[in-house]
């Protein structure tokens, strides 16, 4: 069995298909997904759908993408449903925008807040801006915890985020043919650290480099993982699949 940690089924791209992409799914071992919010609108169809399908559970929150035009001000009405296993996606993106760097860094903590307040992770997007939210999320150590989704720094990030007590995010990138500080963040850091995710519709791993991607793909992910390590591929399944209930309490197991 597979989780995939990050998919953003709650996007146009999914509405005509929904039923055949959690199908395909459940045929390649993609048992469980968790659907990420992006603001009010995206969390609650993420909410909604994760109502509706069991296999399905959400998170709720405001990513820096967005700070524009959305504040924090209605998750806390989201948080306490029961489908709701983390904030996010939330954190800090300087490869887009540097101009509305503080608004983003001020909607960042107070997520960052709220996971403290609800005992929920965080679910983190960072691009060119390890640093900054690494530096936000510092004084929290201990009191908080999550997931650098999407990992896209170096092995010395990678490994002050599990200093932090904080899992690294694998997804599609790690097929690339250009993946080398990906594969040495996979050969060197635990796989008890590491979530495999897709980041659906986004980031499609080899061979569907280009095209939709669907949770189905987490496999390919998997996979790749399995053979950078040297391990088998249940091995992997194995391991991400307990620290995705272990970070996220997939079905009340508190472990
Ligand atoms: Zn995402």
Redesign the pocket.
């Known amino acids: 069995m597979i989780v995939d940690t990050?998919a953003?089924l709650n996007t146009e791209e999914y509405q005509s298909d929904m039923i055949e992409v959690l199908e395909s799914a459940r045929t390649n071992h993609v048992d469980q997904i968790i659907v990420?919010g992006?603001d009010k609108a995206t969390n609650e169809i993420a909410i909604k759908l994760a109502q509706t399908h069991e296999m399905l559970f959400a998170t709720v929150g405001v990513?820096p993408g967005y700070v524009d035009h959305e504040t924090t001000d209605h998750l806390e009405s989201l948080i306490t449903n029961e489908k709701v296993v983390a904030i996010g996606?939330c954190g800090i993106d300087l490869h887009w925008r540097q101009d509305n760097y503080n608004l983003q860094k001020t909607i960042f903590l107070e997520q960052i807040e709220l996971a403290k307040k609800y005992k929920l992770p965080l679910v983190i997007?960072t691009r060119s801006s390890f640093e900054e939210a690494y530096q936000c999320l510092l004084p929290y150590k201990g009191l908080v915890t999550g997931v650098f989704?999407?990992f896209s720094s170096n092995l010395l990030d990678a490994k002050r985020a599990v200093e932090l007590g904080f899992y690294i995010g694998i997804d599609g990138p790690i097929t690339f043919k250009k993946a080398a500080d990906l594969v040495e963040i996979v050969e060197n850091i635990d796989l008890k650290h590491i979530l495999v995710e897709t980041?659906s519709p986004?980031l499609a791993p080899m061979p569907f480099r280009g095209k939709r991607n669907e949770p189905a793909y987490t496999k390919y992910v998997v996979e790749k993982i399995a053979e950078i390590k040297k391990i088998s591929v249940e091995e992997v399944m194995n391991q991400t699949t307990e620290n995705a209930y272990h970070l996220f309490k997939l079905g009340g197991i508190t472990s």
């Open positions: 990050h953003h990420i992006m990513h996606e997007h989704h999407c980041d986004y």
